[in-house]
């Protein structure tokens, strides 16, 4: 029999394995639901496209062929794949069971991915995280290139690409030495720091941008010479009484837990804050999910972090 580049159908293997089991054209078609013409049809079709007989037919009835043997169980395999493969596609259209590669800056992911992801696990039990951290300007670069699925990021960067659902506000604290002169009031007048050395993070960071305008508005010298390598080292720098220095309030709610090393206050009527965002591509697969999944972080935040920073209406 001469063989077809035409390859089997999900529709004549199931037609094959119907018939293999029932052995009747006749009885095959009526638990197929259509008529035996086209029954037989789609099996000569089978059979031209495989160069193979898969059946023996007789005035006596119809017998698998030693070919069609050997191939029933693959067949079965190959339509079993076929309903794995549907099953998992389903699954996957709405967003809960696949591995998502999230960006995040290394000065909020510390600080905030661990209430955040625990209840996540909880609501979308087969959801993954592949978690990365880098700068903003890194993140929404590589958000472009596809390096990452969604991030969190404190960018605003305009673009149609992108997908910008806001998140949360979280407020910076202005920190100092707990033996320095204005420690221990609640607000610190921003006259009352004109001139102040104040420490900061590289200049790699979105966060040193941001020092460095405030340390603009209020007339305080920004030092070049002492710059942290994370927010650890920056609070050691000013608990060793190297300068003053503003850091995030999630960072502050979570690793402060010697307050008497340093003090915390904000600057009376000049609050500091920075906006976080869930950022995805506007062409991503999983964009309604990810809409969903940005509405539940929100959720998350006021229950576990309300008191510390001001959830975003999106």
Not at 112 to 132: M, S
Not at 174 to 180: A, L, W, Y
Not at 243 to 261: I, K, M, N, Q, T
Not at 263 to 291: M, S, Y
Request: hydrophobic content about 40%.
């Amino acid at each position: 029999m001469a063989s077809s580049s035409k390859g089997a159908t999900n529709t004549q293997l199931r037609y094959f394995v119907a018939l293999a089991r029932n052995l009747s054209y006749r009885r095959t078609a009526q638990v197929l639901g259509i008529s035996q013409p086209t029954l037989t049809a789609q099996i000569n079709a089978l059979e031209k496209s495989l160069g193979i007989a898969l059946f023996e037919r007789s005035r006596s009835g119809t017998l698998l062929s030693p070919e069609g043997r050997v191939l029933l169980p693959f067949a079965e395999e190959t339509l079993q794949a076929s309903v794995r493969f549907e099953e998992k596609a389903k699954d996957l259209a709405g967003g809960a069971q696949t591995t998502y590669r999230l960006g995040i800056p290394p000065t909020l992911g510390p600080y905030l991915l661990p209430y955040i992801l625990p209840e996540l696990h909880q609501r979308y039990a087969k959801l993954k995280f592949y978690v990365r951290e880098a700068a903003p300007s890194q993140l929404i670069q590589g958000l472009f290139n596809g390096d990452y699925d969604l991030i969190i990021s404190p960018s605003s960067q305009e673009s149609s690409q992108l997908i910008v659902s806001k998140l949360f506000v979280e407020p910076l604290k202005f920190v100092m030495p707990s033996d320095h002169p204005l420690a221990g009031t609640k607000f610190v007048d921003a006259e009352q720091i004109r001139g102040e050395t104040v420490l900061a993070l590289e200049d790699t960071h979105h966060f040193h941008h941001q020092v460095q305008d405030i340390c603009g508005e209020i007339g305080a010298q920004l030092a070049r010479d002492y710059e942290g390598t994370s927010l650890d080292t920056l609070r050691q720098m000013v608990v060793m009484g190297m300068g003053v220095s503003f850091l995030p309030g999630l960072y502050v709610h979570s690793e402060l837990h010697r307050p008497d090393e340093l003090h915390v206050c904000e600057l009376k009527d000049k609050p500091i804050e920075r906006q976080h965002n869930l950022i995805w591509r506007n062409t991503a697969p999983g964009r309604i999910f990810f809409r969903e999944l940005g509405n539940h972080i929100r959720q998350i935040i006021t229950q576990t972090l309300g008191h510390a920073v001001q959830v975003s209406e999106d």
